[in-house]
């Protein structure tokens, strides 16, 4: 076990896994659909610890692929709270300056067999994803799969009930490897790329993996809550022939009587139950700096919750 400096004391940081001095490139990679939370807070922090500590790179990325949920006020909202809690990064990207290089991979996976588009109802499809039982469209061919991916790209009638999938293992016992989606047709336009009409949007499970990569990511500090999706990141990086990225997997924060889900967080603001994300009364960066804490005492807070959770850092590696 290393030690690191964590707001001016010791704290004990695990290892990363052939981890090198100097070559150390880490993401902090936030989802902007919310204001930052003291759990987002917690692992920013511990993704600039541990480039501090191997004098390597960190970057803040947007991972912005779903316009359903996403804005232009998220980010800069986003950027405010990094300022905040002082991280310090080398650049700003977004998830969306890939869009056109996602799109051509999965053509090609496409054409080398390794994903096919399915045009059954969703509900039907979610109950055979969790009883093991194989799409009828998983046979088509090489042609039907690129055809109903143009429709799905035109965002034609046809293509707006069809969504990317990959062909991996049905018969899983992790679900999460049980032809997972990669494309789905979203009917809104995006907030950072809205004079490029897109039609089509890749998941998370799908982007993550590619842009990491594509970024010279060397180590991916994910919550323990993807454990099960760990697998399903490294298989797509291998069917895509993508370097890999080790996967560092960190406990999640859970606070007693506070939601730390944003989803949970966006219904009390929607639903008027609060004034905002800024409310006081939230677990948000800007809601704890509105109820009056000092910002150098939630950084030292935040900073002893990164030194907790290094105490229990488990990492995981595909060898």
Request: net charge neutral; proline share 5%; hydrophobic share 35%.
């Amino acid at each position: 076990m290393s030690t690191s400096n964590v707001a001016g004391g010791r704290s004990p940081l695990a290892d990363l896994p052939a981890a090198v001095t100097g070559e150390v490139r880490l993401r902090f990679a936030p989802e902007p659909s919310g204001f930052l939370h003291i759990g987002h807070a917690k692992a920013a922090l511990l993704n600039q610890e541990y480039a501090s500590r191997y004098q390597g790179h960190l970057i803040l990325r947007f991972d912005d692929t779903n316009p359903l949920k996403e804005s232009q006020e998220f980010v800069e909202n986003i950027l405010r709270d990094t300022a905040t809690l002082g991280l310090r990064y080398e650049e700003v990207t977004y998830t969306s300056d890939y869009f056109h290089d996602l799109m051509k991979m999965a053509e090609r996976l496409i054409q080398e067999g390794k994903a096919y588009v399915d045009d059954a109802p969703k509900e039907s499809k979610q109950d055979d994803r969790f009883l093991g039982i194989e799409s009828k469209c998983r046979s088509n061919s090489v042609e039907q799969n690129l055809d109903l991916w143009g429709e799905m790209v035109r965002g034609s009638e046809k293509g707006l009930q069809c969504c990317l999938r990959g062909k991996l293992d049905m018969k899983s016992p992790n679900k999460c490897l049980r032809d997972p989606v990669y494309y789905r047709c979203v009917a809104k336009p995006h907030h950072r790329v809205e004079t490029q009409q897109f039609n089509v949007y890749p998941t998370y499970d799908f982007a993550c993996p590619f842009v990491d990569s594509v970024q010279g990511i060397t180590h991916a500090l994910r919550s323990s809550e993807y454990t099960d999706r760990n697998p399903l990141y490294h298989r797509i990086q291998e069917d895509m022939g993508m370097r890999k990225v080790h996967v560092v997997e960190i406990s999640r924060l859970n606070l007693a009587f506070t939601p730390l889900s944003k989803r949970h967080l966006k219904f009390f603001v929607q639903n008027g139950m609060v004034e905002g994300w800024d409310d006081p009364r939230l677990p948000t960066v800007q809601g704890i700096i509105r109820r009056g804490l000092k910002v150098d005492a939630l950084t030292q807070f935040v900073a002893q919750l990164v030194s907790l959770s290094t105490l229990i850092l488990l990492i995981t590696s595909s060898n």
